[in-house]
């Protein structure tokens, strides 16, 4: 019972992985994976009460407990230096999962693969990751039940320091922006028809947001640009 969408980020799981799932909810794609991998183990992390003890109760009621440890904390808390070679953060927000893995960031000595699954504002974590020596090894926009998902997979590069993304680079992906598959076509169509809305509104109130309203223009001009 597991979603496309994580099936698709546990593709990207070496095998015998050892990694940590920071939001775990009910824990499903830990364990889909250690199900699928008797070598695999994970650690699954979750803040609130509710979706820690629905992990709990999966963990136990699937016995995977000598290899999935379910832990109560605030993201990267739960994780211990060394502890993990891959980081699963899907399901929030890309501000959010900047900040996780910021705060998160003595942690990562250990980690060689960070997996995201930004809803939004993807480019806040591709930012994070070139910033931080992770880059882009592979990126996938799928859509599942209505929804476009973008699904990000950067490996440590501890000796080459890559150069920089463009703005257009972080704001589409740099794997997804060559690639322009159909789902990705249709996601920005669909933003591009939004934010001129938007802008119109905008334009017409009594005290107009100049710097908001000039960056959404210049995002229209990539979407233009894209879409062309
Ligand atoms: N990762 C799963 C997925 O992709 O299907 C669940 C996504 S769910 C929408 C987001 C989960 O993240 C919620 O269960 C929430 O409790 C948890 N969460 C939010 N902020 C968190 C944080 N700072 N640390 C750990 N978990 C967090």
């Given at each position: 019972?597991?979603?496309?969408?994580?099936?698709?980020?546990?593709?990207?799981?070496?095998?015998?992985?050892?990694?940590?799932?920071?939001?775990?909810?009910?824990?499903?794609?830990?364990?889909?994976?250690?199900?699928?991998?008797?070598?695999?183990?994970?650690?699954?992390?979750?803040?609130?009460?509710?979706?820690?003890?629905?992990?709990?109760?999966?963990?136990?009621?699937?016995?995977?407990?000598?290899?999935?440890?379910?832990?109560?904390?605030?993201?990267?808390?739960?994780?211990?230096?060394?502890?993990?070679?891959?980081?699963?953060?899907?399901?929030?927000?890309?501000?959010?999962?900047?900040?996780?893995?910021?705060?998160?960031?003595?942690?990562?000595?250990?980690?060689?693969?960070?997996?995201?699954?930004?809803?939004?504002?993807a480019r806040?974590?591709r930012?994070?990751?070139?910033?931080?020596?992770?880059?882009l090894?592979e990126e996938q926009l799928?859509?599942?039940?209505?929804?476009?998902?973008e699904?990000l997979?950067?490996?440590?590069?501890?000796?080459?320091?890559?150069?920089?993304l463009t703005e257009k680079e972080y704001y589409f992906g740099p794997i997804l922006l060559e690639n322009k598959s159909g789902p990705f076509l249709?996601k920005w169509d669909?933003v591009?028809?939004?934010?001129?809305?938007?802008?119109?509104?905008?334009?017409?109130?009594?005290?107009?947001?100049?710097?908001?309203?000039?960056?959404?223009?210049?995002q229209?001009e990539w979407l233009e640009e894209v879409l062309r």
């Open positions: 019972n597991i979603s496309n969408r994580l099936r698709i980020v546990s593709k990207y799981l070496p095998k015998e992985a050892n990694f940590c799932d920071i939001g775990s909810d009910h824990a499903h794609l830990p364990c889909f994976v250690c199900l699928k991998d008797e070598n695999a183990k994970a650690i699954a992390g979750e803040i609130n009460e509710g979706p820690y003890q629905s992990a709990l109760n999966q963990v136990t009621k699937l016995n995977l407990q000598s290899r999935i440890d379910v832990r109560k904390g605030n993201g990267l808390a739960v994780v211990s230096p060394g502890e993990v070679n891959q980081v699963v953060i899907a399901g929030m927000g890309g501000t959010l999962i900047s900040t996780i893995l910021a705060e998160g960031l003595d942690k990562l000595d250990s980690v060689e693969r960070i997996i995201t699954q930004p809803n939004i504002n806040y974590v930012k994070w990751l070139y910033k931080h020596n992770y880059y090894v799928i859509e599942e039940d209505g929804y476009h998902y699904i997979v950067a490996d440590k590069n501890r000796h080459q320091q890559q150069k920089e249709t669909l591009l028809q939004k934010k001129i809305r938007i802008v119109q509104q905008m334009k017409a109130a009594a005290e107009p947001d100049k710097d908001k309203i000039a960056e959404f223009e210049q229209i």
